[in-house]
């Protein structure tokens, strides 16, 4: 067997990069600004190595914080400067599981923990107490932070012990002070409705806002401490949670008094196209602006723009217009403008924006072919953020003193040997469905196929579905990885088609709440065959040599074209992906019962690869940690059974311990090591 995938491999020829090569780069999130002072921090996660990193103006040369080693699968996450802003503090280890256990993917004796640490800019770290969700005080060296429901406080002066403030029922978050630090806003998440909550620091009592049975959260402080705003969705019992949601009861938006806690309505969003509430990437969905302004995200066009209202009520302004969508938003320190990213005028791409809260007319902060997020928004007026381009991975970079050309932050540690000159840029796309659909895709033509040379090819489908892939390296890591890897399948000679299936999000509303997608109908399933037949009419593709990969949700679209159409699709490999719906629903909604909706039920099940497995003929690889949070376990374990059965050629790769977004990089190599060498073998030489 060794010697017969050795020859293949040979017969293929090498890439001209190495897949450690294409995997190297770090990766940056969680990028922060600190009030006041001109310092930005974010994490870099270097092939598994999670660090805290620190920037400050006017030069903005980035420099490791933190020296944790090793690829051990820690998260790092919540930064937040003090007030001082001489420390950073963080949050080091996962959320646990259902059965209370954080994750553990190297399997190591000792008890894994999510603690709360800080870091200070001289580079001293120190573990402060279990918890998350840590909250610096506005003016003192304190922060608060929940735990196992309750919420501490915690002077950060060495030796300090956690003092609780409080406990309350439901899962504590959205911890917000004041800006005087007299109040702590909060949100208590009970299932089915969930209430705004205000710690009061000096008689140390809660009052509830205006508690309802709907799902209040996103709290907002006035500028003054004296106001409260927040989210209002409306209840939604039989809420189903993979399916079109064009129409609903309308959303709304509320300013509470804190003294009193009385609220009043400011806005409510009108029936028809936004109606179901869509957000933004932020971390605040409405942000309180100069002048009293409130911005928020609406769908009210069929495309998420951003809106601002008075805080005492009055008619929203459209603060952007187009089709196009905004995605990560953040308020300028003098709350005067927001910072915005979106794909306007260039639908697969993000660029940075800036707009008055106001109104006016935005303005473009980064242009061309790269691709820009996590604006942050610095108090000497710089702008911090992370690009890409298909060449160069994610990185942070800075534009200071109005200047456009923005300036990397850490360019020392991207890795000298990183293939960049040999990376393929990819191509924008479109082909029909079976149904007539546009479907828009990218295309990865390899350097050294020969003209009229057919080669073999795969389709990758991302995950969620509510992603979409861009023409360039990711902003989620996830999909930075797998752009990474559909780069390295180009430099083995494979023509890649990454589809933008329906469901997805970036163009629009419509295209988002596909009407019969997943478990109410498949109708996506149409986009795959019709990237098939793509595939098979293109004069540089072997018609019998299409494979399918894709992870999670592109996952069960692989599960699905295999099981449904092994004649088109000759071998794929399926990273837990969803194989029956009825089973996956559960998991996201407990009390969902298929034997109480029938009819929904069967439609799930027909829907799901489960029900076609008995004319699923091509070879495939299924891969999965077993302690995945999103996907069950199960459902790799009942699909391999089924194949069994009926004599279908299966491999598997398990990765113990490990959840769904692999948090070891070394999850992340073995897997798409592989891939690729399952599908050379089954797609290769098939002629």
């Known amino acids: 067997m060794l010697l017969a995938v050795l020859a293949v491999l040979a017969a293929a020829g090498p890439a001209p990069f190495t897949l450690d090569q294409v995997m190297s780069a770090p990766f940056p999130t969680g990028l922060v600004a600190a009030h006041g002072r001109p310092r930005v921090a974010w994490v870099m996660n270097a092939r598994g190595e999670r660090n805290v990193w620190v920037a ?6 980035g420099r490791s914080l933190t020296a944790f080693s090793g690829d051990d699968g820690e998260e790092i996450a919540g930064l937040a ?4 802003a001489r420390s950073v503090v963080f949050v080091r280890g996962g959320a646990p599981n259902r059965a209370g256990e954080i994750a553990n993917p190297t399997s190591r004796a000792e008890p894994r923990e999510r603690g709360v640490h800080v870091v200070s800019l001289a580079g001293a770290a120190r573990r402060l107490a279990e918890g998350h969700s840590p909250l610096p005080h506005p003016h003192e060296n304190r922060i608060v932070f929940v735990d196992k429901n309750q919420v501490f406080a915690l002077d950060l002066a060495e030796e300090s012990k956690p003092e609780r403030l409080f406990a309350a ?9 004041s800006a005087d630090g007299a109040s702590l806003a909060f949100v208590s998440d009970r299932g089915d409705h969930a209430f705004v909550g205000v710690y009061d620091v000096a008689t140390k009592s809660i009052r509830w806002l205006e508690p309802g049975v709907d799902r209040d959260g996103e709290p907002a402080f006035s500028p003054d401490g004296k106001s409260i705003t927040f989210l209002r969705l409306p209840a939604q019992k039989e809420r189903f949670v993979f399916g079109a949601e064009r129409e609903g009861e309308p959303w709304s938006i509320r300013v509470a008094e804190v003294a009193s806690g009385r609220s009043r309505e400011v806005f409510r969003a009108d029936k028809g196209p936004g109606c179901v509430f869509s957000g933004v990437d932020a971390r605040n969905q409405i942000l309180w ?3 009293d302004r409130l911005v928020f995200p609406w769908e009210k066009t069929g495309w998420r723009h951003l809106y ?5 009520g009055g008619p929203p302004v459209a603060l952007t217009t187009g089709e196009f969508e905004v995605e990560h938003t953040s308020l300028a320190p003098d709350g005067a403008t927001v910072v915005y990213s979106s794909n306007a005028n260039d639908i697969d791409r993000r660029h940075l924006w800036t707009v008055p809260v106001a109104g006016g007319v935005p303005a473009p902060l980064t242009t061309g072919t790269g691709i820009e997020w996590s604006p942050a928004p610095t108090s000497d007026g710089a702008l911090a953020f992370f690009r890409s381009t298909g060449t160069r991975p994610a990185h942070p970079a800075v534009q200071v003193g109005g200047d456009k050309t923005a300036r990397e932050m850490a360019s020392g540690a991207f890795p000298a040997d990183f293939p960049s000159a040999t990376l393929v840029e990819p191509e924008a796309v479109s082909f029909a469905a079976t149904d007539g659909q546009k479907v828009p895709a990218q295309l990865f033509r390899p350097r050294n196929l020969a003209a009229g040379e057919r080669g073999p090819a795969v389709v990758f489908f991302h995950g969620g579905s509510r992603r979409q892939m861009l023409l360039g390296f990711h902003y989620m890591g996830y999909y930075h990885h797998a752009y990474a890897m559909n780069q390295y399948l180009a430099g083995l000679g494979y023509v890649v088609l990454s589809v933008n299936y329906r469901s997805g999000t970036g163009y629009g509303l419509q295209f988002r709440e596909a009407l019969s997608y997943g478990p109410t ?22 018609p019998e040599a299409i494979g399918l990969w894709g992870g999670s949700y592109g996952g069960y679209l692989t599960a699905l074209g295999l099981a449904r159409n092994s004649d088109l699709f000759a071998a794929g490999v399926d990273i837990h992906g969803c194989h029956d719906w009825n089973v996956v629903i559960q998991n996201f909604q407990p009390e ?8 929904a039920a069967t439609v799930a099940f027909e829907s ?12 495939v690889l299924l891969v999965h940690g077993d302690d995945d949070r999103n996907v069950p376990f199960s459902e790799t374990v009942t699909l391999a059974e089924a194949l069994r059965k009926q004599g279908v050629p299966f491999e598997t790769l398990v990765l113990p311990d490990d959840v769904h977004s692999f948090l070891l990089h070394a999850s992340w190599l073995e897997t798409f090591e592989r891939s690729a060498s399952f599908l050379d073998r089954h797609l290769r030489g098939r002629r």
């Open 56 to 61: 400050e103006g006017p030069e903005y040369r």
């Open 608 to 619: 799901s690869p489960m029900a076609s497995v008995a004319s699923w003929r091509s070879p």
């Open 289 to 291: 602006g100069a002048g």
């Open 169 to 177: 029922r439901g899962g504590l978050g959205s911890l917000r002070f």
């Open 521 to 542: 109908g498949a109708s996506e399933y149409a986009d795959v065959v019709g990237a098939g037949q793509y595939l098979r009419l293109r004069t540089d593709v072997d």
């Open 81 to 84: 400067f003090t007030a001082d």
């Open 592 to 599: 969902y019962e298929p034997l109480r909706v029938p009819e």
């Open 308 to 312: 601002s209202v008075p805080a005492a």
